[in-house]
């Protein structure tokens, strides 16, 4: 197993993202510490990685409160990995010169302040170890209209991991993103079907493979680049776009 004895910090975990690569952690043999707002929904997938064989903590913690994600580090200890993977509320479909500036700014606040906060947090333990593995989610694609701050708040992330990756370098620190375009599979149980099935084949048919990438790569590769085999991966984005980036 990849991941045998680390201590894996998830943020949004109760999340199908998060909760998929909660699981695929727990499945390589380390301890899962799944942090969210929501007890009932982390319960959940905890009890799922225990029926599993797996080892799994809960906390309820808000990624956004500084306090918050110091207490939980510091209550969790070592800390081998740490992945944020918090959701955020979107705002589709309004050019930005017609949004109201609250709703731009979300998503942006959201994803550099909960990055910022979970990955200052894990370094300041993995620095005394001289090791350990801080991932996100996102990357940069090609510009797409009416998207408003989800976009940019995803640059400034890869801005963010850029120099943490180069200042935590030395401590022999990891900074990686995983990168997709988009995984349907991913959609709330609740949204439209027709809509769904529409994102589905739009994405699939912007890939190279005519197929988007789903939650099961995704916990494949965040398990591979949280472990040894990955130890020169640093400072970028590792692509799961199926082909729909080409770098």
Known sequence: MM????????????????SAVAKRFAAEGATVHLAGRTAERLEKVADEIRAAGG??????????????????????????????????????????????LADFEQPITTMVRTFYLTSRAAA??????????????????????????FQIGFGAVEALRRSLALELGQHGIRVVTLQTNGIPEALPDDFPEKAANAIAKQTAGS?????????S???????????????SVTGTALNLTAGAVVN
């Open 3 to 18: 991941l045998t004895d680390k201590q894996a910090i998830v943020y949004g975990a109760a999340g199908p993202i998060g």
């Open 207 to 215: 890939t190279m493979l005519n197929r988007a990438a789903t939650l």
């Open 217 to 231: 790569d995704v916990g494949a590769v965040a398990a591979f680049a949280a472990s040894d085999l990955a130890s």
């Open 55 to 100: 080892t799994a903590e809960v906390a309820v913690v808000d990624a956004l409160d500084e306090k918050s994600v110091d207490e939980h580090a510091e209550a969790v200890g070592r800390i081998d990995v740490s992945f944020n993977l918090i959701g955020h509320q979107q705002f589709f479909g309004t050019p930005l010169v017609e949004m109201p």
């Open 124 to 149: 300041r333990r993995m620095i005394p170890q001289g090791s350990g593995v801080i991932l996100t989610f996102g990357g940069n694609g090609d510009p797409t209209a009416n998207l408003g701050g």
